[in-house]
């Protein structure tokens, strides 16, 4: 113990370090109390390890992780990286990109006074629901349309609103959780509903959901499997017999649909056999309330979407619930700019769409450019090769899509390695791998980054 003792004497108490030449112009950079807390982890870590081991007090480690530790924190947090991933919608980047329209909307949103909540005719308070409401009833044929803060936030006002107390019926085959925190069950609990399960994990009949009808039945619920799909032997009943067996009992049908297709599967260059179907096409089915989120296929900024019939949809505005969850001005902003986009036909200009229906022949083109300048400037065995890209996954149906991409293999560091370099970067690249290569798909990357990729890598390859 001594021994240790007289290691931890070896360490400089906090206003000796605050006195260090190094330390002063971080003093000023990030704040006193930054700093000091900075340094404060630094110290009990080393700390810890002088008890835990036998390591002891170096000052060039100690004014190394220290630097490290200022410089990082001088960083945004949140920042900008590279997506060389091939999945478009990818909820750990930040799912969909905003488009340009939008962002200039969301920006003078954001730094001027808006009409907001003021009628500008009347002179009088306004809704903010109502920027966007009658543009999403056109694309969906909905009679009327409310947003809220994201989809859970959607499902979880809807419950509530119309099926507290009562009870819900819900397939065992479409009990998701997605994303980890989004599980039905869960959210049916809190909402105040009552979740009552039929049928079986692959299999449920509409039979299943008429013998659970029962005098607190209030709901039918579909919830599409948005992150998994189970194959061979499944049944389920068509939307349709579900939202006739609904309105004969006098039940509402309600559909999470998840994310939020405002076209047809073919307007977006997706295989017919997807199994994903437009909101449009689930009113039209017979579904009361439909939600969904803004931000994955849908291809704006978060919200969550509901539409459907009005007598409904006026019960969740009325809702106080309604209140906890409603959306923020620039965010409004944005998807009403992305839904004009919608309204004129215009998807290329939407990033998701555009990235989701890229040119096969567009993006092999990009690779082998992509590659003949890696050519010149890393030393490292590069190919271009055909890369299994996809829509979205954990958050979004998970579509394969087949893309294109730039191999890279190094004579001796492995990928992940040097996946662990391009994290580290100024402006971190996320990238592919398999077997001992690294693989940069070409779709999801924007202008520029192919440039700023060839930088770094020369970089990288060359330390
Ligand atoms: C993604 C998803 C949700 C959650 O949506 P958020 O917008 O992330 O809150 C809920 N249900 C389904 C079916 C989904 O796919």
């Not at 809704?127 to 959607?154: I, K, P």
């Not at 105040?192 to 079986?200: D, I, Q």
């Not at 971190?428 to 070409?442: M, T």
């Amino acid at each position: 113990m001594s021994d240790k003792g007289q290691k931890l004497r070896a360490i400089p108490g906090m206003d000796i370090v605050l006195e260090y030449e190094w330390v002063q112009s971080w003093l000023e950079r990030l704040g006193r109390m930054r700093v000091k807390r900075i340094i404060n982890n630094e110290l009990t870590q080393i700390r810890r390890s002088i008890l835990d081991g036998d390591s002891e007090f170096s000052p060039d480690t100690f004014k190394a992780s220290c630097l490290d530790a200022l410089a990082s924190a001088s960083r945004p947090s949140l920042r900008r990286v590279i997506n060389a991933t091939g999945v478009v919608i990818h909820t750990n980047l930040g799912r969909s990109l905003i488009a340009p329209e939008a962002v200039s909307a969301m920006s003078e949103t954001a730094s001027c006074y808006s009409n907001l909540e003021y009628d500008l005719k009347a002179g009088s308070r306004g809704q903010r629901n109502s920027h966007v409401e009658d543009m999403l009833c056109s694309l969906t044929g909905a009679e009327a349309s409310l947003v809220v803060n994201n989809n859970a936030g959607a499902v979880m006002l809807a419950l509530s609103a119309l099926s507290k107390g009562s009870e819900v019926v819900v397939s065992r085959g479409e009990l998701v959780e997605i994303g980890g925190s989004f599980r039905i069950p869960d959210i049916m609990e809190l909402s105040g509903a009552t979740l009552h399960e039929v049928g079986t994990t692959n299999r449920t009949h509409l039979f299943d959901y008429e013998r659970a009808i029962n005098e607190s039945t209030t709901m039918l619920m579909k919830i599409h499997p948005s992150n998994f799909r189970i194959e061979g032997f499944t049944s389920s009943p068509e939307r349709k017999e579900l939202a006739r067996l609904a309105h004969e009992k006098n039940l509402i049908f309600m559909e999470d649909a998840g994310s939020g297709l405002l076209v047809d599967t073919e307007i977006i260059g997706l295989p017919a056999n997807t199994g994903e179907i437009s909101i449009r096409a689930c009113l039209e089915s017979g579904a009361d309330i439909v939600t969904f989120s803004g931000d994955k296929i849908l291809g704006g900024p978060q919200i969550g979407g509901i539409v459907g019939k009005k007598k409904f949809v006026d019960r969740l505005k009325k809702y106080p619930l309604a209140r906890a969850l409603r959306c923020d001005k620039v965010t409004l902003a944005g998807f009403e700019a992305t839904l004009r986009l919608y309204s004129q036909g215009r998807f290329d200009d939407i990033p998701t769409l555009r990235m989701i229906r890229a040119d096969n022949d567009g993006m092999r083109l990009q690779a082998e450019s992509l590659a003949s300048t890696l050519r010149e400037r890393v030393k490292a065995e590069i190919r271009v090769v055909e890369t299994d890209d996809a829509t979205g996954g954990g958050s979004c149906p998970e579509i394969k899509l087949k893309g294109w991409g730039v191999s890279l293999r190094h004579e001796s560091y492995g990928a992940g390695y040097v996946q662990k370099l391009l994290r580290g970067l100024d402006v971190p690249i996320l990238c592919g791998a398999r077997d001992d290569e690294i693989v940069i798909h070409v779709r999801t990357l924007q202008s520029g980054d192919a440039e700023s990729i060839a930088e770094s890598l020369e970089g990288v390859f060359h330390a």
